[in-house]
T-cell receptor, first 109, second 116 residues
Framework: DAKTTQPPSMDCAEGRAANLPCNHS???????VYWYRQIHSQGPQYIIH???NNETNEMASLIITEDRKSSTLILPHATLRDTAVYYC??????????FGKGTMLLVSP | KAGVTQTPRYLIKTRGQQVTLSCSPI?????VSWYQQTPGQGLQFLFE???????NKGNFPGRFSGRQFSNSRSEMNVSTLELGDSALYLC???????????????FGPGTRLTVT
């Protein structure tokens, strides 16, 4: 059963912020939210992960709602190279990564 | 620091043959996982190794096997290849052993296997 729900596709203009939503209403207390992306025919790339606090790194920001049932990945200034499939994954320290279908983000000029 | 490397990058095999794929994890990483990616099924977990022991296994037939060496390098083998085994096979390494907290997995570029 899918543990996360993501829109199949999104568009974003270059230079604007890309906000990718993810629903994970059945998340458990010991499960983290991970984001990966996969550019066509390459291996997935780790972006960020968090438990309950918002997180930021050089690539993106992760905003997790207080009830932890949903999250948003924010790419602050999207570029054409950010065009990829973005996967939101919920996992505990004991489980493996289970990829869903993800969101295809298309960044256009 | 060098990333995860996988060899070969491309491979063409015939039905019924067997194939061995290789993965070298990031230096210092002792956990290696393998995934299969196909257009129909997406990314699916095959197995995970840590300290030369298989710690987790996905829902794949016994034709799919793997092993890990003392230097953490890993190989996966597929015997009696079928057309449906055509896929991108991805290897990922992580610092944390299974069950000890959440950690990032870093993926290699994959091996593209075509079975004819």
């Amino acid at each position: 059963d899918a543990k996360t729900t993501q829109p199949p596709s999104m568009d974003c203009a270059e230079g604007r912020a890309a906000n990718l939503p993810c629903n994970h209403s059945t998340i458990s207390g010991n499960e983290y939210v991970y984001w990966y992306r996969q550019i066509h025919s390459q291996g997935p790339q780790y972006i960020i992960h968090g438990l309950k606090n918002n997180e930021t790194n050089e690539m993106a920001s992760l905003i997790i709602t207080e009830d932890r049932k949903s999250s948003t990945l924010i790419l602050p200034h999207a570029t054409l190279r950010d065009t990829a499939v973005y996967y939101c994954i919920v996992r505990s320290g004991y489980s493996t990564l289970t990829f869903g279908k993800g969101t295809m983000l298309l960044v256009s000029p | 620091k060098a990333g995860v490397t996988q060899t070969p990058r491309y491979l063409i095999k015939t039905r019924g043959q067997q194939v061995t794929l290789s993965c070298s994890p990031i230096s210092g990483h002792r956990s290696v996982s393998w995934y299969q990616q196909t257009p129909g099924q997406g990314l699916q977990f095959l197995f995970e190794y840590f300290s030369e022991t298989q710690r987790n296994k996905g829902n794949f037939p016994g034709r799919f096997s793997g092993r890990q060496f003392s230097n953490s390098r890993s190989e996966m083998n597929v015997s009696t290849l079928e057309l449906g085994d055509s896929a991108l096979y991805l290897c990922a390494s992580s610092l944390n052993p299974p069950g000890q907290g959440a950690g990032e997995q870093y993926f290699g570029p994959g091996t593209r296997l075509t079975v004819t």
